[in-house]
């Protein structure tokens, strides 16, 4: 299902910028080992885990993984970034596809985001989790992707993965035909509104993380996602 595999100076398939090579160093040659370490304990405990955290971004194991990760690539080390790339990957992809409205599609603004994150990490402060920073980024492609002409497809929104484990096929697939006629509807509405339902209703983000995460005020928000459910309501009804 998920394409996006990093290799050494690549991400995933060579795309139409060609090769992804680590940040721009001052200084000629790689580093060696010990000074790509010296480097690497600098960037921790200075700028990229120093600095205060937003309230939500509790500065837990991955974070510090991710966090370690940055200051490995800054300092050369061009694996570094591959571990990053898989704990991440599923839920980046699966947000992608569903702002977009196609898997497919999904995977590939993925990757683009995954890129685009590798060249500016010299540009990660800390002033929030890493994860958020890397998902503002896949929210800002989206984005560019629906003002370019990128369209939802019907039914492409949601699939059986919003169900829980259900022991009545019955139900189950009574509730896979309601998802299914919830996509066609989400599909139609304008970007927007799909998107805040999508990551309100779907995603399981508070309104601060969306706002955080699109630059849209939060009062804004709520009336979008206010007027999604109207909206949804009568196309349901109507079908």
Not at 68 to 76: E, I, K, M, Q, S
Request: charged share 30%; aromatic share 6%; proline share 4%.
């Amino acid at each position: 299902m998920m394409g996006i595999r990093w290799r050494r100076g690549t991400l995933g398939r060579p795309g139409p910028r060609g090769r992804i090579r680590p940040p721009a160093r001052r200084g000629g040659d790689t580093l060696d080992a010990f000074a790509q370490e010296a480097v690497i304990e600098r960037v921790l405990e200075s700028a990229v885990v120093a600095r205060p955290l937003h309230a939500a971004a509790a500065l837990d194991a991955r974070e510090l993984a991710d966090r370690r990760a940055v200051a490995r690539a800054l300092a050369g080390d061009s694996e570094a970034f591959g571990p990053v790339v898989e704990r991440h990957t599923r839920g980046l992809t699966a947000l992608c596809g569903r702002l977009a409205g196609d898997g497919r599609v999904g995977e590939e603004l993925a990757q683009e985001a995954f890129a685009r994150a590798f060249a500016r990490l010299s540009t990660f402060r800390g002033e929030c989790s890493f994860r958020h920073w890397l998902y503002r980024i896949a929210v800002n492609g989206c984005s560019d992707f629906q003002k370019a002409g990128g369209r939802a497809e019907e039914s492409a929104l949601l699939t059986g993965d919003e169900l829980s484990a259900a022991s009545d096929p019955e139900r189950d697939a009574e509730a896979r035909e309601e998802l299914a006629a919830l996509g066609r509807a989400l599909a139609t509405l304008a970007p927007p509104y799909r998107d805040a339902f999508t990551l309100f209703h779907l995603e399981n983000r508070s309104y601060e993380e969306i706002a955080a995460l699109t630059g849209v005020r939060v009062n804004a928000l709520k009336v979008r996602v206010h007027r999604a459910r109207l909206m949804l309501r009568s196309l349901l009804e109507s079908a």
